[in-house]
DNA sequence: TTGTATGCGTTATCAG
DNA sequence: CTGATAACGCATACAA
């Protein structure tokens, strides 16, 4: 491995110099930096990350915690991850992925300390997530995918839950339906209450309410068992329902499958309109679902923006708090309501 | 944050005594180790990391190079990753996550070179892999998952194809199958290889030879409307075949749901066998898939334990090239065949 | 059993 | 415009 001392030698300056030619830090002769560049080139040098890291007081590597410890991970969370990853290659840093029980805060501090990371992404957010305080007390720079109850100025990236919800509930209005089941997720340990959770099933009732829909709420575990359980319960406690508005993305298939087991024909008889399902699993049912979009790898990528942008204290150059909508992307499970 | 001086100076001990008493490296009056730790957990000193791996030339990082720039990784692969991170992690190492396009040689080197990467993880590997060749040169420890054609004494862990193929042939053929669909997969840039594609066909057409199926190859991409494509065309074309050996993992639900609509029921008309679907997919479908297992996560663990192993120069505990069955798991669609 | 000294390859702050 | 030089925090060979 050739060091900056060797790449100086053969283009006859100092080492300093070479540094500096790199990092366009200060002027300089534009032959001398060519004669530099050219040494570069030739030697095949590279930068030595844990020396920068160590003189420069800075690392150019983010973490990514999420948590993959035991159940897999959803496929939406892959997208965030992705493109979080691309962003911050495409800014010369590294992304490290930091496989954390949410709840795993000694841990998280830890590894903070360590020296090698430059700022924290966060998935998975509580409405009280103490990971996000932890961090800020070591000043370590974060940004979240997904929010706290109260968001401060801290900076994250969401989906705007509320124009989502409205864009399914007038949608399905337009289509004539009255009465329709909302199928919301519930996760093992109750009280780590996950802001999407909470807020997305609350601005649907707020929007549903604004529509005056009838809402029948079935909450289940993200399972397409338990999805194919809701279907079952649905059609036999409201055989009026014409429509379902689902947020867990596993269930919503399962429900899928069930409906058309029973005999329900979709979307003729029933139409199902999936609200947190990435695009990578539309395809996989038939007919392929009506859903409204989830950005997740812009999000993904914008998280890592936002991050890298404080790092390098440089004009902000997006907003620190981003709200992403989707859109509505109209497909084969939602037709009109067989009602009308 | 504190530094090793700053435990030194509480301990009552010079620095270096600190590094050897986390280390472990040379023995130690007990007493004295005590009061070290004590002094660690009290100023919460956690070691540099860049320090660290400057002084010492290696770092406590490993990549993991992946396609994930454009398409969706897949689900299998998402596996591969978490088992990766999580058995780094368990041996105090980092996983960086390197999305870096298959041909993308020259980034590859180039990132091995900056110090930080005590050793590479690689995916989707080709029968010819340039990368693998590149970082052997430059002497960087990797570890594969999948193999190239020429494995060499190259570490890696993969399926084990042939048990796989044999499984599922003389399952089907139990089941008294004579006449079966294969459904392969086809890449979109056709010099590039992959083993698993290549090594996966050639076993299973042995393994249904052995057993005097009758085989109908339909080569599609991986997607689901391919798959619903060629159940037409297999319905079509081959109305006497009874089941299914599927590879792609998309286009595989896809056939599985376009068989419904044409009406055939599957399992009592048709069988279907997934040879390379992850366990978080199968229950997406109805019935759920009977698949031969990937033990994806413990794959990618096992990919990470090796390459450390390696680094650390133990005794290799574990074979270095690695081949995982998975096992038949009976599910819904899998059934006798109807001509018997 | 413990302490001392050196060097790892940078960045950044001085001089010149 | 460019060259020295002092940190940076630790590992490790060497000395005691």
Request: charged letters at 20%; aromatic letters at 4%; proline letters at 4%.
């Amino acid at each position: 491995m050739a060091t900056r001392a060797d790449v100086a030698r053969l283009a006859g300056v100092s080492a300093s110099t070479v540094s500096y030619a790199l990092s366009g830090e200060r002027p300089m002769k534009p032959e001398t930096r060519a004669r530099i560049l050219a040494a570069v080139a030739e030697l095949n040098y590279v930068p030595h990350f844990a020396a920068g890291a160590l003189a420069g007081k800075r690392s150019k590597a983010i973490a990514l915690l999420f948590a993959g410890s035991e159940l897999a991970i959803s496929p939406v969370a892959l997208e965030y991850v992705t493109g979080a990853a691309n962003a911050a290659r495409a800014r010369g840093y590294h992304l490290i992925l930091w496989p954390s029980d949410e709840t795993a805060l000694a841990d998280v501090k830890r590894f903070s300390l360590s020296g090698l990371l430059a700022g924290v992404l966060l998935m998975e957010i509580r409405l009280e997530d103490e990971r996000v305080e932890a961090l800020q007390e070591l000043n370590i720079p974060i940004t979240l995918i997904g929010r706290t109850k109260n968001t401060g100025e801290i900076p994250f990236v969401d989906r705007d839950f509320s124009a989502v919800a409205k864009a399914a509930t007038s949608y399905l209005a337009d289509l004539g339906h009255k009465k329709i089941g909302l199928l919301t997720q519930r996760r093992g340990k109750d009280e780590l209450v996950l802001g999407v959770d909470s807020r997305f099933k609350s601005e649907v009732l707020t929007a549903a309410k604004s529509e005056s829909f009838e809402i029948c709420e079935l909450s289940v575990e993200n399972s397409a068992q338990a999805g194919r359980e809701a279907c079952a319960a649905l059609h036999e406690n409201h055989p009026d329902a014409t429509a379902l508005v689902a947020l867990p993305d596993l269930a919503t298939m399962g429900f899928l499958s069930a409906a058309q087991e029973l005999g329900i024909r979709i979307p003729h008889d029933f139409s199902v309109l999936a609200l947190n399902t990435p695009d990578n699993q539309v395809g996989l049912t038939w007919p392929p679902l009506c859903t409204v979009t989830i950005p997740a790898n812009e999000m993904g990528r914008a998280a890592a923006d936002i991050l890298i942008d404080q790092l390098k204290a440089e004009q902000t150059q997006s907003r620190i708090q981003q709200l992403w909508a989707g859109e509505l992307s109209i497909r084969g499970t939602t037709a009109k309501s067989p009602r009308l």
